[in-house]
C-alpha cells in the first residue's frame, strides 16, 4: 500500500487531483458535506475533503473518514486519512478511525503498515482487530494479532465443554 496521500489533492489544494472522487465531497452528490449537523458526513467520498477537515480541526472528522472508508474505490488514498483518526488526540475520533479501518479491511482486503502500528496501540477485540483477522490475507498481518487471535480461540475452546 501507499503509504502517504500523493496525488490525492492538486498541488494547489483548490480541489481533488484527476479521477479521486465524484467531486462533490459526497457520495450523494449533494454538495460539501454538512460539518455543523453532520447530516451528510457519511457520504463523503474525497480524500481532499477529509483531509481539509482534518486542517480545521472539524470535531465530526471521524465520521466523514468512515464515509470515504464506505464510499471510495481507492484503499492507498482512504488509508492515509485513517491512519490520521487513528492518531487524533480525541477518543471519539481515534475511535470511528478504527471503524473506518474496519470498513477498508472489509472492502478492500488490505492494509498499511501504518495503521497496523497505529492500530496497536488501540486496546484488543474492537472491530478493526476482527475485520483485519477476517478479511486480510493473514500473512499480511503482524505477530500481535496472531497472537491475539490464536489466544482468543484457545480460550474459547477450552471453555467449551469437550464432546
Given at each position: 500500500m501507499v503509504g502517504g496521500i500523493d496525488g490525492e489533492v492538486r498541488a494547489d489544494g483548490a480541489g481533488p487531483a484527476v479521477g479521486t472522487g465524484t467531486g462533490t465531497g459526497t457520495a450523494d452528490g449533494a454538495g460539501g458535506p454538512d460539518w455543523q449537523g453532520?447530516?451528510?458526513l457519511i457520504g463523503v467520498d474525497?480524500?481532499?475533503v477529509v483531509l481539509a477537515?482534518?486542517?480545521?480541526?472539524?470535531p465530526q472528522v471521524g465520521v466523514a473518514?468512515?464515509?470515504?472508508?464506505?464510499?471510495?474505490?481507492?484503499?492507498?488514498?482512504?488509508?492515509?486519512?485513517?491512519a490520521r483518526a487513528l492518531e487524533s488526540a480525541d477518543r471519539e475520533?481515534?475511535?470511528?478511525?478504527?471503524?473506518?479501518?474496519?470498513?477498508?479491511?472489509?472492502l478492500h482486503r488490505t492494509v498499511d503498515r501504518r495503521c497496523l502500528e497505529l492500530l496497536r496501540r488501540c486496546p484488543r477485540g474492537n472491530e478493526a482487530?476482527?475485520?483485519?483477522?477476517?478479511?486480510?490475507?493473514?500473512?499480511?498481518?503482524p505477530l500481535w494479532l496472531w497472537r491475539h487471535h490464536v489466544?482468543?480461540?484457545?480460550?474459547?475452546?477450552?471453555?467449551?465443554?469437550?464432546?
Open positions: 453532520g447530516s451528510n474525497r480524500p481532499d477537515a482534518f486542517e480545521r480541526g472539524e473518514v468512515i464515509g470515504l472508508a464506505l464510499n471510495h474505490a481507492d484503499p492507498a488514498a482512504v488509508l492515509p486519512m485513517v475520533v481515534r475511535r470511528q478511525g478504527v471503524i473506518a479501518l474496519a470498513h477498508v479491511a472489509r482487530d476482527d475485520d483485519l483477522w477476517s478479511f486480510v490475507p493473514h500473512r499480511e498481518l489466544r482468543e480461540r484457545l480460550v474459547d475452546r477450552l471453555r467449551r465443554p469437550f464432546g
